[in-house]
């Protein structure tokens, strides 16, 4: 069973920065994709940025040229940098990983942004 263990939320100031981490474990098969989603009160999930195994990466357009996501596969963590804070940056921020034909998800850490 691949576990996912979050760090890094936490409250910040507008134009403030925070770095959240992600590390996978509990699998010995290669990570295909892991990525962090987000979810506002009141809103859906949306994706806010994925890393791939190939090296790709996808951004959600809120957050291209203030986040940025990274990846380090020997340790199976996925960092996401988050610059320029905003308000509307204020979720649940829950990571993702697939292994195979699975989906795993974290636990979700708070990222609250204060005007």
């Known amino acids: 069973q691949v576990q996912l263990v979050e760090s890094g939320g936490g409250l910040v100031q507008v134009g403030g920065s925070l770095r959240l981490s992600c590390a996978a474990s509990?699998?010995?098969?290669?990570?295909?994709?892991m990525g962090w989603y987000r979810q506002a009160p009141g809103k859906q999930r949306e994706l806010v940025a994925m890393?791939?195994?190939?090296?790709?990466?996808n951004y959600a357009d809120s957050v291209k040229g203030r986040f940025t996501i990274s990846r380090d596969n020997a340790k199976n963590t996925v960092y996401l940098q988050m610059n320029s804070l905003k308000p509307e940056d204020t979720a649940v921020y829950y990571c993702?990983?697939?292994?195979?034909?699975?989906?795993?998800w974290g636990q979700g850490t708070q990222v609250t942004v204060s005007s």
């Open positions: 993702h990983a697939q292994v195979m034909a699975w989906h795993y």
């Open positions: 509990g699998t010995s098969f290669s990570v295909n994709a």
């Open positions: 890393t791939f195994s190939g090296g790709n990466t």
